[in-house]
């Protein structure tokens, strides 16, 4: 159904066999997961091949690349069969003589694609400042990742984008949104907690700032002590997930212990040693076990 080829051009029967070489350079920049943090580069594919709009897809399709779909593609049924965007630059199709153009090949690479159905991964096209015919290397391209029902029926799987060889996966707006308002609130707590320490209230006169930090204040730098040890308390209370007032049992074995030090000072406190000074004499015992009287 797609554009007839005659035969493979000298860079495909390349690609081909630098993929079934085994690889022992390439690397991964973090854990080959699906995570939004991991990446993946290949430096042998870029040494031998470089990186083009021609060449960006059959890099992607690298078999080590842990962001490609385990299942079969429609854009590997299309290599099987020679079909590349490369190949169509150099070779043409049956009704378009060759050289084509990276435009027009782009065109009937995708035509090719769309009378295929399964997982497919596309080329989005470059941006319109940058010239579409340009074979030259470009620093990023973003290939969008789709499940095709039919030529009308799309559904869109993830996208990603090759930034200076080095493939990415695109954040999902649930990502980006929980990322975003998680920095807000948190520059938000830093700020009340920063003009928390500047407030001050008083009877007569209300609330006031003090924003002008004075190494001879006492008050403001005592202040300033209570109020974060305030915020550490809350904190506390928040990570353990207690109602205020509650305490573990480590906390309870040791209000005991103190109470119990306490109150052995209290009676001590009380005690006729400490109060008047006062010692009570030892009277010694005679032989026969009576007290001697002088």
């Known amino acids: 159904a797609g554009p007839e080829i005659k035969g493979k051009a000298k860079h495909s029967r390349a690609i081909a066999a ?16 699906m995570a939004e943090t991991a990446s993946f580069v290949d430096p042998v594919f870029l040494a031998r091949f470089g990186l083009s709009r021609a060449n960006v897809l059959d890099y992607f399709l690298h078999p080590l690349n842990p962001f490609r779909t385990k299942a079969n593609t429609s854009n590997e049924v299309l290599s099987m069969q020679g079909i ?7 070779q043409g199709t049956g009704a378009k003589p060759p050289p084509l153009t990276l435009s027009v090949a782009e065109e009937e690479y ?18 319109p400042d940058e010239d579409p015919n340009a074979v030259a290397q470009s620093p990023m391209y973003t290939i969008r990742h789709v499940l095709r029902s039919n030529q009308a029926v799309v559904k869109v799987l993830g996208i990603y984008y090759v930034l200076e060889g080095v493939i990415y996966k695109s954040p999902t ?45 006492e008050d403001d730098e005592e202040f300033a002590t209570s109020a974060v040890q305030r915020r550490r308390k809350r904190r506390r209370r928040i990570l353990d997930n207690r109602p205020p007032g509650a305490h573990t049992e480590e906390e309870e074995e040791g209000i005991r212990a103190s109470e119990a030090i306490e109150s052995i000072l209290v009676r001590l406190s009380k005690s006729d040693v400490v109060v ?19």
């Open 173 to 217: 707006v649930r990502g980006s949104m929980k990322a975003n308002v998680a920095r807000t609130v948190g520059a938000l707590s830093d700020a009340c907690d920063a003009l928390s320490t500047s407030a001050r209230w008083e009877p007569s006169t209300g609330f006031t700032w003090h924003f002008e930090a004075k190494d001879d204040d």
């Open 110 to 127: 995708a035509l090719a694609l769309k009378h295929l159905t399964g997982e497919q991964y596309e080329l989005l096209p470059p941006p």
């Open 84 to 90: 590349n965007i490369g190949m169509l630059m150099a």
């Open 276 to 294: 008047n000074g006062k010692t009570r004499a030892i009277q010694p015992k005679s032989e026969g076990g009576k007290d001697s009287k002088n």
């Open 18 to 33: 630098a993929r079934r070489a085994p690889h022992t350079n390439y690397r991964y920049l973090s854990e080959p997961t």
